[in-house]
């Protein structure tokens, strides 16, 4: 009778702990960036200019994928009509723009966080959280069901405060809102 390997002690946790797991794994250090970020000990946000920067990771593929569809490049068409190659070129302008995005991002981070872990955990609260709203709020106005735009409206509410307060410079003046005197 062959002798059977032993198992291993990986093997024998059920899936759920390891789902359990992983999940706090990802949790943890997000729920540990935003309580420093609120305490102010490391900057998730210089200003409110910074969260749009990091929304643009988001904003400028979606721009451009709509932009590719409306002039005719989602089609299925001849394959000779050019639509693929302007498909391939749109993707190929995204990807640029947003790796340029992202470095500018990084540089950015890296100037108000100098220490390279409190760096890495102010981009693993920033970017998530700016790309989660942005796409909440799009979907406000873009929203297909009146049930996604109602979910939409309030995860965008829920995550205004929130960033609002990961935010270190919170001056700055609402367009065209002239400033009380005295």
Same mark, same amino acid.
């Given at each position: ?26 949790? =943890? ?27 643009? =990771?988001? @904003? ?62 102010? @981009? ?7 790309? @989660? ?23 965008? @509410? ?7 307060? =990961? ?16």
């Amino acid at each position: 009778m062959p002798e059977t390997a032993p198992e291993s002690f990986a093997s024998t946790i059920p899936l759920t702990w390891w789902v359990v797991g992983v999940g706090l794994l990802l949790i =943890l250090p997000f729920a540990v960036g935003i309580w420093m970020g609120l305490r102010q000990r490391i900057v998730v946000y210089r200003n409110h200019f910074d969260v749009m920067l990091v929304g643009g =990771l988001y @904003l400028i593929p979606a721009a451009i994928a709509g932009l590719a569809f409306t002039l005719g490049g989602g089609g299925s068409g001849d394959a000779n009509d050019g639509g693929s190659e302007l498909l391939w070129a749109f993707a190929a302008l995204a990807v640029v723009l947003d790796a340029l995005l992202l470095l500018f991002v990084l540089t950015r981070t890296w100037i108000d966080n100098p220490n390279p872990l409190k760096m890495l955990l102010a @981009l693993y609260v920033k970017i998530p959280l700016a790309v @989660l709203f942005f796409m909440h709020f799009g979907n406000i106005f873009s929203g297909k069901q009146p049930g996604s735009r109602r979910k939409s409206v309030f995860w965008t @509410l829920l995550l205004v405060p929130l960033i609002h307060g =990961l935010v270190k410079d919170k001056r700055g003046k609402v367009p065209g809102v002239p400033r009380r005197v005295g």
